[in-house]
C-alpha cells in the first residue's frame, strides 16, 4: 500500500509535522536540510520514509559503501532536503548493481538517484526531473600516458556498462578497439591501473572522484561536452514526478545545490570540473 505525506507549510506547524509529531528527530545522517519541511506533497512506498534507489559505492556523491553506512554526500543531502520538504522522518537507500538500476526492472523506491544522465533513450524508461548538475564525459589515463584526442580512437578504452559514456564511445567516438565493459567504477579505475587498458572513459565528474585518491597515478587529461545532465528518475507515470521537478527546480533556486556542491564535491574532485580542457571529438 502506498501512503500519501501532507505537510504544513507554516514554520509554526513544524512540530506537529509528521516529521516531529511523534517527538523523534528526522534520520537524515549528517545533512542539515535548510528548506521548510512539509511544504511538498509526495507519495511513498513506505509511510514516513523517502526511498532512494542508488548505486554503491559512489564517493562525494553518496559517502560510505553500504546503504547503512551512507551518512551524507551532494546526492544523498540532495534526497535528504527531499524528504525533509516532504515532511518525511526516514531516507533510506536502496542499493543496485548498475545495470539492474538502469534496467528500470527496479520496484519498491520512490525516486532514483545515481548520477544519471538523461537521455532521451531513458525518458522510455523513466521519468526525469530537471537537470541539477551539468554533466560532460571525462577521459583519465596513467600519469604520462601517451593519449591525447587526436590519439584516443586508436587505444584501449574502459567504460561504464549501461553508462552513457559507454553510448557515446561506442557510436559516437567509434574506436579502433572494442571499449571493455566495467561493472563499476572501481572496475575501471583497478583495471587502467593495472594496464589492461589505456584510458577511461566516464562522467567528468565520476572519474574525478574516482580517481582523485589515486595520488597523481591517474589524471584526467580532458572532456568531451555533451550539453547534459543528471536528473532525478521516478518510475513511468509516477504521481510524484512533477513535485519532484519542482522541488529540484527550488534547490538550484534557493542555492542548495550550489552548497551541496562547496561541500561535497569540489573537495573531492581535487579540480574544478570546468578546468579540464575541452575536447574536440576526433
Request: aromatic share 6%; hydrophobic share 40%.
Amino acid at each position: 500500500m502506498k501512503h500519501t505525506i501532507l505537510g504544513a507549510v507554516a514554520v509554526a506547524a513544524l512540530l506537529a509535522s509528521p516529521a516531529m509529531a511523534d517527538g523523534v528527530a528526522p534520520n537524515y545522517g549528517n545533512c542539515a536540510p535548510t528548506g521548510t519541511a512539509g511544504s511538498i506533497s509526495l507519495t511513498t512506498v513506505e509511510p514516513d520514509t523517502l526511498t532512494v534507489a542508488t548505486v554503491l559505492p559512489n564517493p562525494g556523491w553518496y559517502n560510505g559503501v553500504s546503504p547503512t553506512a551512507v551518512q551524507d554526500g551532494y546526492e544523498y543531502c540532495m534526497a535528504a532536503e527531499i524528504a525533509h520538504r516532504a515532511g518525511l522522518k526516514n531516507l533510506k537507500l536502496m542499493n543496485l548493481a548498475w545495470d539492474q538500476y538502469i534496467s528500470g526492472t527496479a520496484k519498491d523506491y520512490d525516486v532514483a538517484i545515481a548520477s544519471t544522465t538523461i537521455t532521451e533513450a531513458r525518458k522510455q524508461v523513466f521519468d526525469f526531473s530537471q537537470p541539477y548538475f551539468g554533466s560532460n564525459l571525462g577521459v583519465a589515463v596513467k600519469a604520462g600516458a601517451d593519449v591525447t584526442a587526436e590519439t584516443l580512437r586508436s587505444k584501449r578504452i574502459g567504460v561504464l556498462q549501461g553508462n552513457m559514456g559507454s553510448d557515446w564511445v561506442v557510436n559516437t567516438l567509434k574506436p579502433e578497439i572494442q571499449p571493455a565493459l566495467y561493472q563499476s567504477q572501481p572496475d575501471m579505475v583497478t583495471a587502467l591501473m593495472a594496464g589492461q587498458v589505456d584510458a577511461i572513459v566516464s562522467d567528468t565528474t565520476l572519474v574525478l572522484s574516482a580517481t582523485s585518491g589515486t595520488k597523481g597515478a591517474i589524471a584526467v587529461i580532458g572532456q568531451f561536452a555533451l550539453d547534459q545532465g543528471y536528473g532525478v528518475i521516478t518510475p513511468k507515470g509516477s504521481a510524484n514526478t512533477v513535485t519532484v521537478d519542482a522541488v529540484v527546480g527550488d534547490m538550484i533556486k534557493d542555492g542548495t545545490l550550489t552548497t551541496l556542491s562547496a561541500n561535497y564535491l569540489t573537495p573531492l574532485f581535487g579540480a574544478d570540473p570546468n578546468s579540464v580542457p575541452l575536447w574536440q571529438k576526433p
